[in-house]
């Protein structure tokens, strides 16, 4: 007798899982409907040896998922496959053939096998977890138990491709500045190691008085060439920080909210999150999806501890009897977290602190200042940290939405009004940050123009009135 594994709501909205042995599917869910629960989610725990042997005809070694663009092309091609009337099994093989072997090429040979061996096409995909996520298992399975597999895949794909291409928007901000930056470094670099040492051994050898900027640049260049290896482990070392701190719930919470009070990209990180999350909340409740686990998904996917965090009370709310939007509204104030204050601290303290890679005997005003600047971003977080991660808006909507029994389109309206609001973020953040690259870079090459030149007009006019 098969076991089959399976999730489930009871009455009272608590999640289930556990198995059952059972001779059928519909055996094992009419069972575990008998003893009061409401089935969200079941499959064969063992599958066939021979089976499993038949799924590896064809794959190919692959590591992670299929990928955002991947997921959005197959999607769009499977609505409009079963748009035109064919069947399920027929379109995913026809899918699966044109596909490039990977992640969903492996993934569409298990799910074509799980349907020849009678499978449903949400039992099929929830065993490939990699490439469906759970939101996208669900919206197939309510698709098929409302009998419009068509009309949900339809809003997938739009649902898909809205996702893309907000990732893509935001991505695509942030890559700009960093490759500013990162050329910069390597350029500045190859000036210090190269050319500057060039320039202190002829000014050394004509023995001309150096004027305190160009004795500054010789200083910074010396540093530079002895230490040149350090700045690779720089980034490295932060990066390492900051993913050891996250290990940790309270320092992942810590960090994340640092990541939404930072002046600028706090908006756009917060705008884009509220983009996500209302448009699959919106996505899952049109496809019929309750919404206890609606908001469980939302919550996975949210992947920002404090939305993970408010959605979590907000379901304990709603399996209490509340609304959506008064739960929102309670919970979506942060509370003061000692990481967070701690980043904001370190984030201005850090920079005095690179006087001392040029000058080690300047110890204490460097500490004093690191010390006052550290204060100062204490005091920034602390007059900002209760401000609200979800705004007025979003709120009103949704107490609008629940009113009217139209919570769907409410929130599809409030993803539409966010993604365009990102969209304008962007393009004002690339408008802005073009100027200031070219006038901090124009400052540099000033500054190294003018160490360099200040001792070379000296040395000339000496010569002349020689």
């Not at 209490?320 to 967070?340: D, L, M, Q, W, Y």
Request: glycine share 8%; aromatic share 10%.
């Amino acid at each position: 007798m098969p076991t089959f594994q399976f999730e489930a709501m009871d009455p009272q909205g608590q999640e289930i899982r556990d198995v059952i042995d059972a001779q059928t599917q519909d055996e094992a869910q009419a069972t575990i409907r008998s003893m009061g629960y409401f089935v969200t989610k079941i499959s064969v725990q063992k599958t066939d040896k021979k089976n499993a042997a038949g799924k590896d005809r064809g794959k190919t070694f692959a590591l992670g998922g299929a990928g955002g663009k991947k997921m959005v092309t197959f999607t769009r091609q499977l609505s409009i496959l079963q748009d035109a009337g064919l069947p399920i099994l027929r379109s995913l093989k026809i899918l699966e053939s044109q596909t490039k072997p990977g992640a969903l090429k492996n993934a569409l040979i298990d799910v074509c096998d799980e349907i020849e061996g009678g499978a449903t096409l949400s039992e099929a995909m929830s065993k490939s977890p990699k490439v469906f996520d759970r939101l996208y298992v669900n919206m197939i399975k309510a698709g098929e138990a409302g009998g419009s597999l068509e009309l949900i895949l339809q809003r997938l794909a739009e649902f898909k491709e809205r996702t893309q291409t907000l990732k893509t928007k935001v991505i695509g901000a942030l890559i700009y500045p960093v490759m500013v930056v990162v050329f910069t470094v390597l350029i500045l670099t190859f000036i210090m190691i190269f050319i500057i040492p060039e320039f202190k051994s002829m000014f050394e050898e004509f023995e001309i008085d150096l004027p305190i900027a160009t004795e500054l640049l010789i200083a910074i260049s010396n540093r530079v060439v002895k230490l040149w290896f350090l700045f690779p482990l720089i980034p490295i070392a932060g990066f390492l920080f900051v993913a050891l701190i996250c290990k940790f719930r309270s320092g992942r919470m810590g960090w994340h909210l640092y990541l939404l009070k930072t002046p600028v990209l706090g908006k756009l990180l917060q705008k884009a999150n509220l983009a996500r999350t209302t448009r699959t909340l919106g996505a899952l409740v049109a496809s019929g999806v309750p919404i206890l686990e609606g908001l469980t998904i939302t919550r996975e996917t949210s992947g920002n501890a404090m939305y993970e965090k408010m959605y979590s009370r907000v379901t304990d709310s709603i399996r209490e009897g509340e609304t959506i939007a008064r739960p929102i509204k309670v919970n979506c104030i942060p509370s003061f977290h000692p990481v967070t204050a701690f980043f904001f601290a370190i984030t201005l303290a850090l920079p005095p602190l690179a006087v001392l890679f040029v000058k080690p005997d300047l110890l204490w005003p460097v500490l004093y200042a690191s010390s006052v600047l550290g204060i100062v971003g204490l005091m920034f977080y602390y007059l900002q940290y209760k401000k609200p991660v979800v705004e007025d808006l979003v709120i009103n909507m949704v107490d609008v939405g629940e009113e009217t029994g139209e919570l769907d389109v409410m929130l599809y309206k409030v993803a539409d009004y966010y993604d365009e609001e990102v969209r304008t973020l962007t393009d004002g953040m690339m408008k802005l940050i073009e100027p200031v690259m070219i006038i901090v870079l124009g400052l540099i090459v000033l500054f190294i123009v003018v160490a360099l030149f200040m001792p070379l007009i000296g040395l000339i006019s000496g010569l002349q009135g020689g």
